[in-house]
């Protein structure tokens, strides 16, 4: 498959666009692959990206039970930032935005990754206190981090609400400039023909159904397109990780599955130049324009456990009542879409990214509201877990047992209630 | 949105209560080791299906619920008071009161019906 370039689209134009070869191949499953990655959603599909570059592993499939994308990696607010505060969180996602950063350019695949600005609105000097420690360490970790002032806000981002009455007056803001979003189908079609590319085996409408065990080993998986041996099994499924867990014979995991909701707006010109965050108390709500103009914006959780991926009207309301309380001019738009995704919430709001009971099972979860943009350094790590079968240094703390040691990686501060995460 | 029927006030939005989480979770004595304590605090089922929960009627009467909700279509299929004793706490208040019973329509079975008649028994702050 030939690399995309400018000479390529030069090329391709003149033959009126039909002769692009397919992106990645559609392959018939092989009997045995020496590493079967079960889900391809973003961290999937990076996982095995590079099992193949950065560990020469080959033989690898990654099994999707529908199509790529279609998980949470298609219905997310695509926010990027590396805004964490504790040991581990916050090498992990600076490492990542600095993956972001060359990514394009690493998958040859344009992401459309936009350093727009990620802007938190503050609200009080003791919110600012609390931001002004929290960016201060993020640039011990080389992060970079900026406080606004008033003035500065209402030059950057003049449509807030500034007037004597606003409902939520502001103070400033809390500002990470290399945060912004990217294009997240095309995240997920840049691994996948990049994994491709390398060898990977992509094989979409292929449920994993069972396990067959031997002892403490998966010996293979049962799917919906046949039986697959593997030397090496991860797991990458986000909401669905309880449902493989106990398919795989094994009992309760400090997670749980709840379903967020994400709107977007009716195409508008361009009004929003950052990506903006907003959250007082029980509101919050995120929001960017993207590409096509279309207002992208979430809040919060549903509030109770669902695997369904499907929004309630409440959520809908106390989103939009957000969004328009900082951005009144907004208030007449028109909702173009909403949908929902299942989310891994886990009992600290930090992620696992760990080896398992199962000697040759890998697990890669809890990623809360937060997991797109971890994408890169999720997949960089967990394959570097699988090819070693020893965690590295940075995620050693980010395993299943870190709560009988006492180790609770927790940012918020909200205690082991997964819906208060974030 | 979902309904919820609540014994004490009748069918009413679930917006108008709080998700407390997983019903089936016993915590364990205060003494008890590590390990449970771990289980209890850090442990989920995460069950797709019928699952048993905690709602917290904020917007009513706020009283705990426990609730049987299937996690994938939403739908309940029963909701009885999380405490027990509450039909025997409430008549007590109502013999106080000079009132009638209440946990003959409000007890340690689910409820779904006669919350009419125990939302009329519930005391009534107003006519005191
Ligand atoms: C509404 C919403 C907004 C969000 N906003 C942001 C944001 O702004 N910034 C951010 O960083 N994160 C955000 N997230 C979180 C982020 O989208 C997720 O954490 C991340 O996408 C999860 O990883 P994934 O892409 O691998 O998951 P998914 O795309 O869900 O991939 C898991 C895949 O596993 C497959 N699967 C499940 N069971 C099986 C089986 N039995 N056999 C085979 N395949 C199976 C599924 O079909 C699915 O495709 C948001 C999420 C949602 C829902
Ligand atoms: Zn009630």
Redesign the pocket.
């Known amino acids: 498959m030939a690399r995309y370039s400018a000479w390529s689209v030069f090329k391709n134009g003149l033959t009126g666009n039909r002769q692009w070869a397919r992106a990645w191949r559609d392959p018939e499953p092989q009997q045995h692959y020496d590493v079967v990655i ?8 990076a996982t095995a990206y590079y099992l193949a570059k950065n560990h020469r592993q080959s033989r690898i499939a990654v ?4 199509w ?14 590396s805004n964490y505060m504790l040991p581990g969180n916050r090498e992990f996602y600076e490492h990542s935005l600095k993956l972001w950063e060359n990514l394009s350019h690493d998958l040859n695949y344009n992401v459309m990754f936009s350093q727009r600005s990620h802007v938190t609105l503050m609200h009080d000097p003791g919110e600012m206190d609390v931001y002004a420690r929290r960016y201060n360490i993020m640039r011990l970790t080389g992060s970079d981090s900026e406080l606004w002032d008033l003035a500065t806000l209402k030059k950057e981002i003049p449509h807030l609400d500034y007037s004597a009455d606003a409902r939520f007056p502001l103070y400033g803001a809390a500002v990470q400039r290399r945060g912004g ?1 990217a294009r ?1 189908d095309a995240v ?1 079609w840049g691994y996948a023909r990049a994994a491709d590319r390398l060898g990977v085996d992509i094989l979409q409408n ?4 069972g396990f067959t065990r031997q002892d403490s080993r998966i010996v293979s998986l049962q ?1 919906t397109r046949g039986t697959l041996e593997a030397g090496k099994v991860g797991f ?5 990780t309880s ?2 867990w106990s ?1 795989a014979g094994m009992g309760r995991l400090p997670i749980e599955s709840h ?4 709107f977007v707006s009716e195409p508008l010109k361009p009004l929003i130049n950052h990506v903006v965050s907003f959250a007082v108390g029980g509101a919050l709500c ?1 929001v960017s324009q993207s590409d096509k103009g279309g207002m992208v914006f ?1 809040g919060d959780l549903d509030w109770y456990k669902s695997y369904a991926q499907r929004g309630n009207l409440p959520q809908v309301y106390d989103v939009a009542e957000a969004v328009t309380s900082m951005f009144p001019c907004l208030s007449r738009v028109k909702l173009l879409r909403h ?6 919430m886990s009992m600290d709001g930090s992620h696992f990214i760990c080896k398992t009971p199962l000697s040759n099972l890998y697990l ?1 979860a809890g ?9 890169p350094a ?1 997949g960089w790590y967990f394959a570097d877990l699988i090819a070693n079968d020893r965690p590295h240094s940075v995620i050693e703390n980010h395993d299943l047992d870190r709560f009988r040691r006492g180790i609770i990686i927790d940012e918020r501060g909200a205690g082991p209630d997964p819906k208060l995460h974030g | 949105m979902i309904l919820i029927e609540c014994p004490f006030c009748g069918v009413r939005d679930h917006a108008e209560f709080r998700y407390g989480g997983d019903g089936s979770i016993h915590y364990p004595a205060l003494d008890a080791d590590l390990e449970h304590w771990h289980d209890a605090l850090y442990l989920r089922e995460n069950i797709d299906g019928m699952q048993l929960e905690t709602w917290h009627h904020v917007f009513g009467c706020r009283q705990w619920l426990l609730v049987e909700r299937d996690t994938v279509s939403h739908e309940i299929s029963s909701v009885k008071p999380a405490n027990n004793d509450i039909g025997v706490i409430l008549d007590s208040a109502l013999t106080d009161a000079g009132g009638g019973t209440f946990s003959s329509s409000v007890g340690s079975s689910p409820v779904g019906s006669g919350d009419a008649s125990g939302s009329s028994h519930v005391p009534d702050n107003k006519k005191e």
């Open positions: 079960v889900g391809g959603g973003l961290h999937g599909l099994v999707e039970k529908g790529l994308g279609g998980g949470n990696a298609g219905r997310n607010t695509t926010i990027v930032r979003s997240h997920a292929c449920e994993v159904t799917t990458a499924v986000a909401g669905n449902r493989l398919m379903k967020l909701q994400a995120y979430g949908w929902a995704g299942v989310m891994d890669n990623w809360n509201y937060g997991g797109f943009k971890a994408s999720s």
